[in-house]
């Protein structure tokens, strides 16, 4: 018969907080919440980790069924959870003043939360490039066992790479000869010109000039241009200005215009969690900025980091799927959707079989 404490290795867990002020002899009480904080993040990290392998094993295979992707779904919403509560978690910190914190901060010298493995494999996995990261050094902080297990781990498929596959496949692109983007791109043209005589209407009514505006307005139609043509699109990922292929994002656009249909209505949730656990990945390390930011103000991080600087940085520049994010600014109210061909939009609709 298992016991609660026996199962849940309680015993282990709570006996595995040692503050380090006691062992210089200066207590300093708010130690063991900032041990504890600490611990809990790592343990979160461990689930997500675990929630996160399963959908990429689920979504790196050939075929994925449909009930699949609603148990993908349901993973990465759990996941986007936790992630929720861990950037809620900094408040029970920050219940630790800057002078408390001071009383035993040089004793943590040179431990840091940029040693934290769990957390670059987390980042490998979601499948955050090398050429992405604001410091490309992380290796060296982490002691060889470490960086034998984040190389072995993160050697498969990354959720970015499965998740761009897995839109690859998307059917209907090309149904029956249907111009489908010729449509769309005429329909978006037209928002694109509302959205210029918007900009002068208010502008001259306000006596503002809008040259930086219709700027903004033309750059954002270049983009959206861009989708179409291979040549431009491909220059695009060369240079980093978008990385998932072509096929993938505009799969993506079409699941996100026509999410009203039954059968997109399950990957449209999907790539919308994937989107909210990409910018909750992003929350965390902006609400971790600003802890720290609270706590040591300007000072170098007890890693050797530049601190505050290093870390709103990365929460500015390490998104992974900011090529799905940037979609929104291609979509148009359902009033000016092109209609799909009879034949395409009953193909998206659940059959009900006569019994």
């Not at 003043?97 to 040693?115: H, I, K, V, W």
């Not at 902006?286 to 940085?313: K, N, P, Q």
């Amino acid at each position: 018969m298992i016991r609660y404490g026996d199962y849940l290795q309680l015993e282990k867990i709570l006996d595995a907080q040692y503050p380090e002020s006691d062992k210089h002899g200066q207590h300093a009480h708010e130690e063991m919440l900032f041990i504890i904080t600490h611990q809990t993040f790592e343990l979160w990290f461990k689930q997500v980790l675990c929630e996160l392998g399963s959908v990429i094993d689920i979504l790196g295979r050939d075929y994925v069924p449909e009930a699949d992707i609603a148990t993908c779904t349901a993973r990465v919403q759990r996941t986007n959870r936790i992630m929720e509560h861990l950037v809620n978690q900094f408040t029970l910190i920050e219940t630790m003043t800057p002078g408390e914190f001071m009383d035993f901060r040089g004793f943590l010298n040179p431990a840091s939360g940029f040693q934290s493995a769990q957390w670059r494999i987390l980042e490998r996995s979601m499948g955050l490039p090398e050429d992405k990261r604001v410091l490309r050094n992380y290796r060296e902080a982490l002691p060889e066992h470490e960086r034998e297990l984040l190389e072995r781990v993160t050697q498969g498929p990354t959720f970015f790479d499965v998740v761009e596959r897995w839109l690859s496949k998307t059917p209907f692109l090309e149904t029956d000869g249907y111009a489908f983007w010729d449509s769309y791109r005429d329909a978006v043209r037209n928002m694109f010109q509302h959205d210029r005589d918007e900009v002068m209407r208010l502008a001259k009514a306000d006596g503002n000039d809008p040259t930086d505006a219709i700027a903004q307005v033309d750059r954002n139609e270049a983009g959206f241009h861009a989708l179409f043509d291979a040549t431009t699109y491909e220059e695009l990922r060369t240079s980093g200005a978008r990385r998932m292929s072509q096929r993938a994002t505009l799969a993506a656009l079409f699941i996100a215009t026509y999410r009203h249909y039954p059968l997109l209505q399950g990957p449209y949730r999907f790539i919308d969690a994937v989107v909210e656990l990409d910018r909750l990945v992003s929350l965390w390390r902006f609400r971790h900025t600003l802890m720290v930011g609270r706590m040591i103000g300007m000072r170098i991080g007890t890693g050797g980091s530049s601190g505050y600087d290093y870390l709103m940085a990365t929460a500015v520049k390490q998104r992974v799927f900011d090529d799905l994010t940037s979609l929104t600014s291609f979509l148009i109210p359902s009033s000016h959707t092109p209609a799909l061909p009879d034949n395409i939009a009953a193909r998206l609709q659940f059959v009900n079989e006569a019994r």
